[in-house]
């Protein structure tokens, strides 16, 4: 098991920004590709952006290419999801995801490891 947990959801109106971090309790949290999904109420869960093992490399839904940016800080064991220009679409729960392997999954069964979620609010 890998203790995933999320932070900084919240409510912000339209256009606003917000952090997510996720923390990982495993000291080998760099041998893990990790992923940011959402799940929007009576929707299944979505890819939103993933990360190699390094931080080299970095995924994207179309839906937020440009406005979000995933990163992470292995000396911490934690990955990060900058949200900027917030829609009110936007809104979810986000889950990090993990799974010990070096590619990047986007499919939701890829992932081995999952947060209990954070939940992003964004009124019009």
């Known amino acids: 098991q890998v203790p995933l947990v999320e932070s900084g959801g919240g409510l912000v109106q339209a256009g606003g920004s917000l952090r997510l971090s996720c923390a990982a309790a495993?000291?080998?949290?760099?041998?893990?590709?990790m992923g940011w999904f959402r799940q929007a109420p009576g929707k299944e869960r979505e890819f939103v952006a993933g990360?190699?093992?390094?931080?080299?490399?970095?995924y994207y839904a179309d839906s937020v290419k440009g406005r979000f940016t995933m990163s992470r800080d292995n000396a911490e064991n934690a990955v990060f999801l900058q949200m900027n220009t917030l829609k009110p679409e936007d809104t979810a729960v986000y889950y990090c995801?993990?799974?010990?392997?070096?590619?990047?999954?986007?499919?939701?069964?890829?992932?081995?490891?999952w947060g209990q979620g954070t939940q992003v609010t964004v009124s019009s």
């Open positions: 995801a993990a799974v010990e392997q070096g590619r990047v999954p986007t499919r939701r069964q890829d992932y081995t490891y």
């Open positions: 495993d000291r080998a949290f760099s041998r893990y590709a």
């Open positions: 990360i190699s093992r390094t931080g080299g490399t970095t």
